[in-house]
């Protein structure tokens, strides 16, 4: 069983930066392209961006394009979520996930695409 387990989250103000960080228990993933997803309260969980699994391809979605960069990091089993110049609608709970097909070069931004999640980080921007 892969457990997946984030970290980097807390409270910050708007303009800030954090790192989030996910590293899986058990095995190593890097067969797999991975995604970040956030869920704001009252509102559906949605992808944010996704790294394939080689590491050369990237995704986001067009509200954090140019202010998040996804990147994996094979040798220490590791995927990042680097984000900068945060705002207050960034808040929600992060999510890391892996995508359930192996060798997949493209990035799926469905949720369904993906087969083990995190138990979630929360971040917090502040006005």
């Known amino acids: 069983q892969v457990q997946l387990v984030e970290s980097g989250g807390g409270l910050v103000q708007a303009g800030d930066s954090l790192r989030l960080s996910c590293r899986p228990s058990?095995?190593?993933?890097?067969?797999?392209?991975m995604g970040w997803f956030r869920q704001a309260p009252g509102k559906e969980r949605v992808f944010v961006a996704g790294?394939?699994?080689?590491?050369?391809?990237?995704a986001y979605a067009d509200s954090v394009k140019g202010r998040f960069t996804i990147s994996r990091d094979t040798a220490n089993n590791t995927v990042y979520l680097q984000m900068n110049s945060l705002k207050p609608e960034d808040t929600a709970v992060y999510y890391c996930?892996?995508?359930?097909?192996?060798?997949?070069?493209?990035?799926?931004?469905?949720?369904?695409?993906?087969?083990?999640w995190g138990q979630g980080t929360q971040v917090t921007v502040s006005s």
């Open positions: 790294v394939s699994w080689i590491g050369g391809v990237t």
């Open positions: 996930a892996r995508d359930r097909r192996t060798y997949y070069s493209g990035i799926s931004r469905a949720a369904n695409e993906y087969d083990y």
């Open positions: 058990g095995r190593t993933f890097n067969a797999h392209a």
